[in-house]
């Protein structure tokens, strides 16, 4: 069995509640390297998300992404805002109308929307982004995907990304305004790297334990 709407809604509402629940710690990552506004960037753009799928209940995974896309496109400035909104975008249309994300779905969805991040930010591995977070999880997604169901492809993928943000901390910034700061960004976590981990935790609790963002009769 795959994960359906109630899941993808889910999962945007635990981003949600963990953009929240991370706000500060967000904006100390971006003070250090950036300007500060990560943390306030992702938690507003989350909340709109939220309000946008209770004003209209998707139908599928890939609508209940695709309002996530327009949101953040629509309310995230900076860098994060389209880099995000292109990925949930991409990831949209790789489920295109399935009711039913089965673990090849999910891993290629994942894939989908980091080639969206890169199209978009031209940044590679190694570059301190939060590319750092989702090339990993994506080869640890497709990995899983082969033997596995999605749950275990989801658990996969937050494993990497939680390691991929870590590993940022020596990385000197290469792309987006911590490359500003040169050997000065080293020694401090790419925000958007840790941002992309919360984000995948959340898909991970939306679909081990259901209703658990309060959607869905459970
Ligand atoms: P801004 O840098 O405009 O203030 P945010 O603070 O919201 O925007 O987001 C910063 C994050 O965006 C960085 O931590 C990094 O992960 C990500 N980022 C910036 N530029 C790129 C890029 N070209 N490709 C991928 N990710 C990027
Ligand atoms: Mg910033």
Same mark, same amino acid.
């Given at each position: ?15 949600a509640?963990?953009m929240?629940?991370h ?5 100390e ?13 992702m938690d507003?753009?989350?909340? %709109? #998300?939220?309000?946008?799928?209770e004003? $209209?209940?998707?139908?599928? @995974?890939?609508?209940? +992404?695709?309002? !996530? *896309? ?8 900076g ?11 991409r ?5 295109g109308?399935?009711t039913?994300?089965?673990?090849g779905?999910m891993?290629e ?9 890169v ?9 301190k ?7 990993? %999880? #994506?080869?640890?997604?497709r990995?899983? $995907?082969a033997?596995?169901? @999605?749950?275990?492809? +989801?658990?996969? !993928? *937050? ?6 943000a ?18 000065r ?28 963002a ?5």
């Amino acid at each position: 069995m795959g994960l359906g709407v109630e899941w993808a809604v889910d999962w945007l509402k635990l981003s949600a509640k963990a953009m929240a629940e991370h706000r500060v710690e967000l904006i100390e990552m971006d003070r250090a390297i950036g300007d500060s506004d990560h943390g306030e960037n992702m938690d507003r753009g989350f909340q %709109a #998300v939220v309000q946008k799928l209770e004003e $209209a209940p998707p139908e599928t @995974p890939g609508a209940a +992404l695709k309002v !996530a *896309a327009m949101t953040l496109m629509s309310k995230v400035g900076g860098a994060a805002g389209p880099l995000y909104g292109t990925a949930y975008l991409r990831a949209a249309t790789s489920l295109g109308d399935l009711t039913d994300v089965d673990a090849g779905a999910m891993a290629e969805a994942l894939a989908a929307a980091r080639d969206g991040v890169v199209a978009r930010g031209k940044a590679e591995p190694g570059d301190k982004t939060m590319i750092d977070a989702w090339t990993p %999880a #994506v080869d640890a997604a497709r990995n899983a $995907a082969a033997t596995g169901g @999605p749950l275990d492809v +989801l658990e996969a !993928a *937050a494993q990497a990304a939680e390691a991929g943000a870590t590993a940022t901390d020596p990385l000197v910034a290469r792309k987006g305004r911590a490359s500003y700061l040169g050997e000065r960004s080293a020694g401090h976590r790419d925000p958007g790297a840790a941002s992309s981990a919360l984000i995948l935790r959340a898909a991970v609790d939306a679909a081990s334990s259901p209703g658990s963002a309060g959607t869905g009769p459970e």
